[in-house]
């Protein structure tokens, strides 16, 4: 493959996709079945390894399609086993990923656009304007790239990495379809979340959506004057709309959502706070992850301490509101929650 040539990313594809395609340019659809299980199962990493393929299939991928990895510019271990990858992208661009060990498997939180447009007040992402969203296939690549890199299989996926994933719909939903292919990484729908600031639109609509992946919600505050000052999307979608639509996503789904709520010192924390947030959730199936703060050195926001933070997560608790605590990974690696930013060379 010569740079500049028009390349079809085989990594886009979901496993039907990928069988009209060969079918329109003269090959079977069952070979797609075949290149899956090549890419996916046995992580063939060039098309010469395909052995079952024909020659005919096999010279036309070779110079029609690719399987490229991202290209790893960094890969930075923490002292808990967290890492960190900043994945150059072909046109110029970098992106940060994450992957973390966790008791029940491994974890990669993967970026969803260069850049973000939100611009929540706390959050390192939002630093740098979005500059693209990232293709379905440039989300595949992060979790082959870190599966590769780690020697390990990505068993949970977070879409909350760099970017607004319902700022970038059809191609997280095409990412999640094609991670969830039986025949190929077979990551299951339980187990991979979005986390969005709340576009109430695209939260109506992924409760739409076939394979019924989880939501997560930045909420972070419990009032819509406090809300707007930290996440300006709280203007055009405020908190009770969002209420409403997980109302309606409950609905449709029957599945819990998760609201995510940072804990901001002398902002946000205050037993008061904790009642006004219960009595705006109550009686939603949700449950509410408690997110201690990460600084980040361009806001002035300090973490919520410990004890604060327990006696927060103590009062939700008496007022019956499903509560955990999130455990802080890759503190020191600048990995964790909102630390993930686009590179000054980027
Ligand atoms: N745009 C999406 C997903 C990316 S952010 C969203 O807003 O949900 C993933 C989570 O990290 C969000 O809950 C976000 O608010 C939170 N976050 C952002 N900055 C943070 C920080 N400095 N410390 C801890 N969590 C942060």
Request: aromatic share 8%.
């Amino acid at each position: 493959m010569k740079l500049g040539d028009t390349v079809t990313d085989l990594l886009g594809f979901t496993l039907a996709e990928m069988g009209d395609y060969f079918l329109s340019q003269g090959f079977k659809k069952f070979n797609a079945a075949q290149v899956f299980d090549w890419i996916y199962v046995k992580k063939a990493r060039s098309f010469d390894q395909m052995t079952n393929l024909s020659k005919d299939l096999r010279q036309f991928l070779e110079n029609n399609g690719s399987i490229d990895r991202l290209d790893i510019k960094q890969h930075q271990i923490s002292s808990d086993g967290t890492r960190k990858f900043l994945f150059g992208l072909p046109d110029g661009v970098s992106i940060e990923t994450v992957l973390m060990i966790q008791d029940y498997g491994m974890s990669l939180c993967v970026s969803s656009q260069v850049g973000c447009n939100m611009g929540c007040s706390f959050c390192a992402s939002g630093l740098k304007k979005k500059q693209r969203d990232l293709t379905p296939g440039e989300l595949v690549a992060q979790v082959l790239t870190a599966e590769d890199a780690a020697l390990t299989k990505v068993t949970h996926v977070v879409v909350m990495g760099t970017g607004e994933p319902f700022d970038n719909y059809d191609n997280v939903i095409r990412f999640i379809r094609i991670i969830n292919e039986a025949k190929g990484l077979a990551i299951g729908q339980r187990h991979i979340t979005v986390s969005t600031c709340g576009i109430v639109p695209r939260i109506l609509q992924y409760a739409e959506e076939p394979i019924r992946s989880n939501l997560a919600i930045s909420l972070h505050a419990p009032n819509d004057e406090l809300r707007t000052r930290l996440m300006k999307i709280n203007k055009r979608y405020p908190l009770a709309e969002i209420i409403d639509a997980c109302r309606v996503y409950f609905e449709k789904t029957s599945r819990r959502v998760t609201f995510e709520y940072l804990l901001l010192e002398g902002v946000n924390d205050t037993l008061a706070h904790a009642d006004e947030l219960s009595d705006l959730i109550r009686g939603l199936n949700a449950y509410v992850n408690l997110i201690p703060y990460n600084r980040v050195r361009e806001f002035a926001y300090e973490r919520t301490d410990m004890t604060r933070a327990m006696a927060f997560f103590d009062r939700l608790m008496k007022r019956g509101i499903a509560a955990t605590l999130r455990k802080e990974q890759g503190g020191d690696i600048d990995a964790a929650c909102g630390q993930l930013r686009l590179k000054a060379d980027s």
